[in-house]
């Protein structure tokens, strides 16, 4: 499952960044992180946004959780970081059954709070909040959505990663949260979508090395014929993933593939 790496963005979209942010990242000492998205909920299941709210793992996710778990108990971590989120927490337990190591609750690892869209589907949010929807497609924050920004995701979930004193550690968190940690450690701009949403109960896997961050792998997924994402759901449905990006991509057009997983194929980037 080992993959040709990718690493950094565009350097005029890296120096771009937040500077708030950038110092985070640099206030990291863990040299290896293991993101590990959680298993499917019913909510998943329809394409319907759970932010912070807490509906448990149904029994596809249940399975997920414990075929995903006999493949990385083979690679265990110094120490699992867990979401507080109860289908974030399960999802965790199944590694623990398997192997002795240090398990923390986290509530910074917590998915997007994501205000008045929370509990509804996307075909919902378009119906009941038009214009926050237009805006949100257009490349603009939506405007009285309420609940948390971009911005505060990412530095609740970096100040989450600076506290981390082992080298290598796995991170169980949410679909928003997986997308935040990884692009912010590469370093890639948060318009667009430059990677695959992470698939429930599928990881990816990040390295230091002395020039940066590097993608080792993403969306990688243990064989199990409950890994499908449900019919009729594009990847970026599933889930609260999309949420936490711009809904342009940075030529402007609002197309969701901009690196799908045929494309992670063709850049060597294992899934």
């Known amino acids: 499952m080992s993959s040709t790496a990718i690493g950094g963005g565009p350097p005029d979209e890296a120096s771009a960044r937040d500077g708030a942010v950038d110092g985070a990242v640099e206030g990291v000492s863990v040299q290896r992180v293991v993101v590990w998205r959680h298993g499917q909920t019913t909510w998943n299941a329809i394409g319907r946004f759970q932010g912070q709210a807490d509906p448990p793992l149904d ?51 917590r998915e997007i709070e994501l205000g008045a869209w929370q509990g509804l589907t996307r075909d919902e949010v378009a119906a009941t909040y038009p214009e926050q929807y237009a805006d949100w497609l257009d490349g603009r924050p939506p405007v009285d959505r309420g609940g948390e920004s971009r911005a505060q995701l990412d530095a609740r979930v970096m100040a989450a990663l600076a506290d981390i004193e082992v080298d290598h550690v796995l991170l169980v968190t949410h679909g928003g949260t997986a997308r935040s940690i990884i692009e912010t450690l590469l370093g890639l701009s948060h318009a667009g979508r430059w990677l695959a949403v992470l698939g429930n109960c599928q990881w990816s896997e990040l390295q230091r090395y002395p020039g940066g961050w590097q993608l080792r792998a993403h969306n990688l997924a243990a064989p199990s014929e409950t890994m499908p994402r449900p019919a009729g759901l594009r990847p970026d449905q599933v889930g609260d993933a999309d949420v936490v990006a711009d809904g342009a991509l940075p030529d402007g057009s609002t197309d969701d593939t901009a690196l799908d997983d045929t494309a992670l194929d063709d850049a060597g980037v294992g899934r």
Do not use: F, K, M, W
Request: charged share 25%.
């Open 59 to 109: 029994r596809v996710g249940q399975e997920q959780s414990r075929v995903a778990a006999g493949y990385l108990a083979v690679d265990p971590p110094d120490l699992i970081l867990t979401s507080d989120l109860q289908r974030a927490a399960s999802t965790a337990q199944a590694l623990t059954r398997l192997i002795e190591r240090p398990v923390r609750l986290e509530p910074r690892l």
